[in-house]
């Protein structure tokens, strides 16, 4: 995908399979790029390899900070663990990992919570994708990350990746709340504040048709096996292994908020565990 740069306020984005950004010495994830050589910090939305998969060669290129979340600091020291968290800590076999957890190692020299930001550039905590996903507000220009899934991405894949959906709901409040002028998504193309509340709407709707979808399958108790089956079926998502376990790890984060909020209940029997949407 042939990158674009355009300037939005004060800053630099650069638009490509991975969106960036450039403000001052600060770039906000990171791409093939030519970086400035007084780069100061490498601010990484979270620990998925296309976001922070160039931050190892730009660190040594330009001596800059590599500054991440605390939360997700480890995926990105350590990809492997992501890779092994998918598939129950186990190692999965190469053909079921996803290159988005495929990531080189890259030393995290400070925590966004511990990073001294000033004047115009401010992080915002937007959990659910990962447990400590950020975005970054750069005079006016909210990067996002994978936060918020545009419409255009939602077409492209029909359950995309969230670990906790209910966090994830709440940061799309977050966004909703937040000041700014321009959004930049991690994927897909940039939108005013005005437009941005429509893709937050669709967002909470298509979450929310997923969980119906859920609950009406469960009307009858299935397995967990039986479920995913029933959920990427109906959703005619794509039949490979690496893109089945990233469903597994949604479906799941579906189902644990659907327990939480009382709407489902699951019990094992021989072997095996059940799920049930509640009368």
Not at 45 to 69: E, I, K, M, N, Y
Not at 222 to 241: F, G, M, W
């Amino acid at each position: 995908m042939k990158q674009k740069v355009i300037e939005l306020n004060d800053v630099t984005c650069i638009l490509g399979k991975t969106n960036v950004g450039l403000y001052e010495n600060h770039l906000i994830d990171t791409a093939v790029i030519d970086t400035p050589l007084d780069l100061g910090a490498i601010l990484i939305t979270h620990g998925h390899a296309d976001h922070f998969g160039w931050a190892s060669t730009l660190q040594r290129r330009t001596r800059a900070l590599v500054v991440a979340p605390k939360e997700d600091a480890f995926l990105i020291e350590i990809p492997e663990v992501n890779v092994r968290g998918m598939f129950s800590w186990a190692r999965p076999p190469i053909e079921m990992t996803t290159r988005f957890f495929l990531g080189e190692a890259c030393t995290v020299d400070r925590y966004t919570e511990d990073y001294p930001f000033e004047g115009k550039i401010a992080p915002l905590l937007l959990p659910g994708h990962t447990m400590g996903h950020t975005g970054y507000l750069c005079d006016g220009v909210l990067f996002a990350g994978d936060a918020l899934y545009p419409k255009a991405v939602w077409e492209r894949h029909k359950l995309p990746y969230s670990i906790d959906v209910e966090l994830t709901r709440r940061s799309l409040d977050a966004i909703e709340n937040a000041t700014f002028d321009w959004l930049v998504p991690g994927h897909g193309q940039v939108m005013s504040k005005d437009e941005s509340a429509g893709q937050i709407t669709f967002h909470l709707e298509r979450l929310a048709e997923i969980d119906s979808m859920i609950l009406r399958l469960l009307t009858r108790a299935r397995s967990t096996e039986e479920l995913i089956y029933a959920v990427l079926k109906e959703l005619n998502v794509q039949d490979n292994l690496a893109q089945y376990w990233l469903s597994v790890t949604t479906i799941k984060g579906h189902l644990s908020g659907l327990v939480s909020t009382y709407k489902v209940a699951y019990d094992i029997t021989d072997h095996r565990v059940y799920w049930k949407a509640n009368e």
